[in-house]
């Protein structure tokens, strides 16, 4: 789709055409009426005057004549309201394109989160174009309508040169057209360097969020100056193309003046010597100039700008369309579980990568099960296959007899799940835990604290729920994390309930009380517990050992 349809595509975008055609023929009037005006007041020539009420006597059949007056009270009103309407366009276009911004990042968070699992998927470009890539593209859009603005702007002051003066207007068309020369040169350059800083700045982020992501580690090894290194270059290779890119920007804007005061002095000598024009015509065949001049100039910078930032619109767009959306998870209704049944399920990356062979297993409702495995077995992976968000490479997987791989099937089940990477968001503890079921009731919430042992994180143990869990959640410990998660969940009174090495941060004392927890619960809720913790061992649950690419019953 063309950039011309995409802007038509925008909210009021129709609206924002009818203003800048208004702001235009605003322009071409103000100017046409001064031309009369300068001609009447310097007594140069009121036969303009004359001759318009001459035309509206005989061919609008009343006498009505135009005074001075009328005309500078006209002026006067067409330019307050070409200010109003100027104002206005301002307050659209900034409708307009923050309503596209607001449009655009929820577009991508929500997109990124319905597309079909992908492990492989690279979290620092979906964080780059929710933030700096879509805001670019917001700038991109201001551009865009700036330009058009612009452009209408030039060729209303265009047509009123040819009804004034053609012969001003050829020798300036011949001026102006060696700077219009100079701009195309600029513009390729501008795009170049623009093209390189949407590149540069998706692998500076990367970088950067990885380094970020890895503080603890990078703080006790050192090696902070080694990874800055590659940091450093990115930064200085940015700011290369950025002052470039500034540098050309700020030539055509600073040197617009004296070569507009250099133009309008040749036109004026030339119309003044060699065409015999009137002092009345050559003022306003210089403010005309002026004006276009400026218009011109201005243009150049919305199209620089348009340049740059166009780059980042094509990443956006490109990061959106890459999105396999997962119809499955949007249409679905609900069902009560009976059981889950592997069968003949193979499971691989690559052919390289082989994950799972002819894995089959079966658990039944209220069946508690503890899956060990040691790192690399598949444990991530059969979570994925169990929870529908990656499918099988071959083989069946069945939810109450029905397989939920099928096109046809549209059913799911309430699934609590409770990770070893704790998801707390930055956010008060109470919402945090009313993620999943913003109806919970406070007696619940309080009662689950207690028996987990958690009122240790608050004050005095005063039970605090609208104490902040800070953005990197260094209030909390990651045992007090996880069984925050874990609270959440059951919260939702799951079906099945899975947790994956949920509780390999707590303390002995805090482990037993959470294993305590879970017995009293395996009636309520299928649990699934991915772990090492032997502790386990000791209930009644059944085990399983994941190994060799199989899965295998061990009690």
């Known amino acids: 789709m063309s950039l011309f ?110 597309s079909s699992y992908n492990p492989n998927v690279k979290i620092s470009e979906i964080l780059n174009s929710l933030t700096i890539q879509s805001m670019n593209a917001f700038l991109f859009w201001n551009s865009y309508i700036e330009c058009f603005k612009r452009i209408l702007i030039i060729v209303s002051i265009l047509i009123l040169f040819i009804i004034i003066s053609f012969k001003v207007l050829l020798i300036s068309t011949l001026l102006i057209g060696f700077i219009l020369i100079l701009i195309n040169k600029i513009s390729s350059l501008s795009k170049k360097y623009g093209k390189n800083m949407t590149l540069i700045d998706q692998k500076y982020l990367n970088t950067s969020s990885q380094s970020l992501g890895n503080y603890r580690y990078i703080k006790i090894t050192n090696i902070k100056e080694k990874l800055f290194t590659s940091i450093e270059e990115l930064l200085k290779n940015f700011n290369s193309n950025q002052f470039k890119f500034t540098m050309l920007s700020k030539l055509i804007k600073e040197s617009s003046e004296p070569i507009a005061v250099i133009i309008i002095i040749i036109i004026g000598y030339i119309s003044s010597y060699y065409l015999n024009i009137s002092i009345s015509l050559l003022i306003i065949s210089i403010l005309l100039l002026r004006r276009l001049i400026a218009n011109i100039s201005s243009l150049f910078n ?166 902040t869990v800070n953005e990197i959640s260094s209030n909390l410990s990651g045992g007090e994390k996880q069984r925050i998660s874990l609270i959440r969940e059951i919260l939702i009174e799951p079906d099945i309930l899975i947790l994956d090495e949920a509780t390999s941060a707590l303390d002995n004392v805090s482990l037993k009380k959470t294993i305590n927890f879970l017995n009293k619960i395996k009636n309520k809720t299928t649990l699934i517990i991915f772990t090492h913790q032997k502790e386990f061992k000791n209930f009644n649950f059944k085990i399983y050992e994941l190994k060799k690419n199989n899965i295998f019953l061990k009690k």
């Not at 800048?20 to 005006?37: H, K, M, R």
């Not at 004359?50 to 509206?56: R, S, V």
């Not at 449009?103 to 319905?114: A, C, E, G, V, Y």
């Open 5 to 114: 349809f995409k802007f038509f595509n925008l909210q009021y975008s129709v609206t924002l055409v009818f203003l800048i055609l208004l702001v235009s023929i605003l322009e071409f009037f103000s100017y046409g009426i001064a031309y009369p005006i300068i001609s009447i007041f310097l007594d140069f020539d009121n036969s303009l005057l004359l001759k318009f009420n001459n035309f509206i006597s005989s061919n609008l059949g009343f006498n009505f004549e135009i005074s001075e007056k009328i005309l500078l009270t006209l002026l006067i009103f067409v330019l307050l309201f070409q200010s109003i309407t100027f104002v206005l366009f301002r307050f659209v276009t900034l409708k307009i394109t923050l309503n596209y911004l607001l449009n655009l990042r929820s577009k991508i968070f929500n997109q990124f989160f319905d």
């Open 302 to 467: 919305s199209y620089q700008s348009l340049l740059k930032n166009r780059e980042s619109l094509i990443y956006v767009e490109r990061i959106i369309k890459n999105f396999e959306i997962d119809k499955s998870f949007k249409f679905y209704t609900k069902t009560s579980f009976a059981d889950i049944k592997f069968t003949n399920v193979h499971y691989w990356y690559s052919k390289n990568k082989i994950i799972f062979k002819d894995l089959n297993i079966l658990i039944k409702k209220n069946e508690p099960t503890v899956i060990y495995g040691k790192s690399g077995s598949g444990k991530s992976s059969l979570i994925n296959l169990m929870t529908g968000i990656t499918k099988p490479s071959k083989g069946h997987i069945y939810l109450n007899g029905d397989d939920i791989n099928s096109k046809n099937y549209k059913k799911r089940i309430k699934i609590g799940l409770v990770s070893q990477d704790e998801v707390i968001f930055n956010m008060s503890l109470l919402d945090n835990l009313l993620l999943r079921n913003p109806k919970a009731k406070k007696t619940r919430i309080i009662e689950l604290i207690k028996s987990l042992g958690l009122e240790t994180i608050f004050q005095n143990k005063k039970i605090n729920l609208e104490m």
